[in-house]
């Protein structure tokens, strides 16, 4: 193949696979759940709401909403990889699961550890509610298989239980398409579970460590990716809307309208093609691209800004908004070295091969203890 052709087909390629909307609410949704903990926090935080209420106040109550912006997209993306056309699963959905899990563990539990340790030196500089206790190794266990919430473990870092959630939720999805053997069933019983979340479960916050909780938003997004293909299930999105329309009415929550509308839009941006295609802006692309990382590291950096505003003894509220100023500058740069360093597929690749390799050879030496070769396989 000339290659001339050959590069025009991978950039053809690479076009394809970019989704700019995507990332561009990913942006804008990583930098307000960034605000709302930055309102929420910390002496900072404080100064900042009293300085400036009405802004701060709105990031401090509804900023937290942009985590139904993720757990759409989360949805769209799940069945666009899992079920691209509304196809059940025909092999065991466990290494999936499994492979989720070290996508989401790996950066996350290298940020724990970023937590602990500014947590730990902020507790030597200010005496504040923000700062998580001293980590046990139980409650570090907790977090590192995702269990914290549900054994009732006190968080490490902000937002840490949207990670739990998002790993329940794509088990669950994989699962159900599992489940759906027929091609039509599986995307069925997957609407079936978000409709039921709908209407009954997200309307109890009891509920509110498990998947089933969340799972209509979920649902909303996976069936948006289903009913926006061209050759078929072009109903869905009126059936999607209807459903939402539906809970809503019986029960209205401003989270679900946004999520609502979120679907509606990558449905519609999908079908037309503007998914694709814009916004064309390098900066949010790149923010979309490192918003899990953001996510992740902001809360450390904030500790920090919060202990070095306390240790300053300054006062004045220009003091406290330049402080969250540079956090978010801080925040961006941690999240740029983070995702380079270790969140992004080469990175990740290499960290996971690396404790492969530690495991194997943690169990080799454990096979040649006395004793226990006879008990362990020879392979892991």
């Not at 404080?46 to 759409?72: I, K, N, S, T």
């Not at 694709?276 to 904030?302: K, T």
Request: proline fraction near 4%; aromatic fraction near 12%.
């Amino acid at each position: 193949m000339h290659r001339s052709k050959r590069c025009n087909i991978l950039v053809m390629s690479k076009a394809i696979h970019r989704m700019p909307l995507i990332d561009a609410l990913k942006a804008i949704a990583a930098v307000l759940v960034l605000l709302n903990h930055f309102s929420s926090y910390g002496p900072l935080a404080m100064a900042a709401r009293e300085a400036f209420p009405g802004l701060f106040g709105w990031f401090f109550e509804y900023g937290r909403m942009a985590v139904q912006v993720f757990l759409v997209i989360a949805g769209f993306l799940a069945a666009r990889g899992l079920s691209a056309d509304g196809q059940a699963l025909a092999t065991s959905p466990l290494p999936l699961i499994w492979k989720r899990y070290l996508r989401l563990a790996v950066p996350y539990l290298a940020a724990i550890g970023l937590a602990i340790i500014a947590a730990a030196i902020a507790d030597h500089w200010m005496d504040d509610e923000a700062i998580p206790d001293r980590a046990t190794l139980t409650q570090w266990l907790a977090h590192a298989f995702l269990l914290h919430s549900l054994l009732g473990f006190d968080a490490l870092s902000a937002g840490v239980w949207y990670i739990a959630i998002d790993f329940q939720l794509f088990a669950l999805m994989a699962i159900l398409l599992w489940a759906g053997r027929l091609r039509r069933v599986a995307p069925a019983l997957v609407l079936a579970v978000a409709t039921g979340s709908l209407f009954w479960f997200n309307r109890d916050a009891a509920w509110d460590n498990w998947a089933i909780y969340f799972f209509g938003s979920y649902g909303l997004g996976a069936a948006a990716w289903w009913a926006s293909d061209r050759r078929q299930m072009s109903a869905w999105l009126g059936v999607i809307a209807t459903v939402a329309i539906a809970a809503l009415i019986l029960d209205f929550r401003l989270r679900i309208a946004l999520a609502l509308g979120v679907a509606l839009l990558l449905g519609f941006g999908r079908r037309t093609g503007f998914l694709e295609r814009w916004p064309e802006a390098r900066p949010l692309a790149y923010l979309g691209r490192i918003s899990y990382s953001l996510f992740l590291v902001h809360f450390p950096v904030l500790l920090l800004a919060n202990g070095l505003y306390a240790q300053s003894g300054i006062t004045a509220t220009g003091a406290a908004i330049g402080g969250l100023l540079l956090a978010l500058i801080a925040s961006i740069a941690a999240a740029h070295a983070f995702y380079r360093w270790i969140e992004s597929p080469a990175a990740s690749a290499r960290i996971t091969a690396l404790l492969g390799g530690l495991f194997a050879k943690a169990y080799q030496l454990l096979r040649r203890l006395p004793g226990l070769s006879a008990l362990l396989p020879a392979r892991a």
